[in-house]
């Protein structure tokens, strides 16, 4: 969910989504194709992005005010998750 909302901060189809995360994680992250397009069903339905562009099967899809809500927690938890990890392993004594 965090790298398809963080690739539609700017427009972008459904293929540009597929290609842009494993580019942006060094490969680590692939979304396929039916991931991809349930969770941009429900996120059109939940009003966090909206279709900007439709030419034949290819939509185009922009981060609502909503969207940009969601992905700004998101990466708020992520954060405290590095933050709960440091903590621990301090706590155990590693460097």
Known sequence: MYYILLCLSRENCGMDVMDQIPAMTGGRVRVG???LYNLLEQFVEAEMIRETRCEGRRRSYILT?????????????????QKDYEAMFREEGAP
Not at 65 to 81: F, S, T, V
């Open 33 to 35: 194709p039916g991931t």
């Open 65 to 81: 005010e909503k969207g940009r809500a969601r992905l700004d927690e998101e990466y708020r938890r992520i954060c405290q998750q």
